[in-house]
C-alpha cells in the first residue's frame, strides 16, 4: 500500500478522494487538514490525518509519503497565497522527500487565465501552480476539469489534452480520475482536461497515455 497524501482533504472534492482512497486496495490516504477540529471525521473512519497550513511550514506533511494529491482551493479568498503559493511549497517540500508522484486538481482555462474575467486571477494562480509542476522534475499528473457539479458520478468523461469546449462534470468523476492517476503507469508527466463523456475513466486515459 502507498501513502497518499491528500492536501484539501476538508473539501467537497477532497473528502471524496480519500474515501475513493480509503476502499482502494493500493492506497492508504493521509488527509491533511489545516485544524484539528477538521481531523475528528476522518478519525473516526479510521483514515490518518495531519495537520498542515499550505501558508506555512510543510516539510512535516509529507514524511513517509509515496504519492500526493492537491485537491486543496482557497474558495477564491486567498488564490495567490493558497492555490499558487501553497501548491509550490507542497511541490517543493514533496520533492524534498523524495514523493513519486504528484496529481494537481487544476482547472479548464488554466492554460489561458487572460480569456476569463471573472476568473482571471484564479486560473492565473492555478496556471502557474501547474508551470511550477511541470518543470519541478518530479513525476506528475495535472487534472484539468470543467464546472463541477454535485451530481451522482457516471464513470465516465471525455478527455483531451485541449477540449476546445466548455463543459461540466461531477465531483464523483473528477475524484475518480485523480485517483486512477496516482497509479505509476497512468497519464506519466501529461496534462488533460475532462468533462463528462461516454468514455469509461480507466479507458480515456489509456486511449491518451
Known sequence: MENVLVAGANGTTGKKIVNLLKSSQYFEPIAMVR????????KKDNIKT????????????????????FAAGSGGKKVVEVDQEGAKSLIDASKQANVKKFVML??????????????????????NADEYLKSANIMYTIVRPGSLTNDSGTGKIELEHKLNKRGSITRDDVAQTLVRSLH????????????????????AMDANS
Open 106 to 127: 487544476s482547472s479548464m482555462g488554466a492554460d489561458n487565465p487572460e480569456e476569463s474575467d471573472e476568473l482571471k486571477q484564479y486560473l492565473e494562480a492555478k496556471h
Open 184 to 203: 505509476d503507469d497512468a497519464a506519466i508527466n501529461r496534462t488533460f482536461e475532462i468533462i463528462e463523456g461516454d468514455t469509461l475513466i480507466a479507458k
Open 50 to 69: 495531519v495537520l498542515g497550513d499550505l501558508e506555512k511550514d510543510l516539510s512535516h506533511t509529507v514524511e513517509n509519503i509515496d504519492k500526493v494529491v
Open 35 to 42: 485544524k484539528e477540529e477538521q481531523q475528528e471525521q476522518f
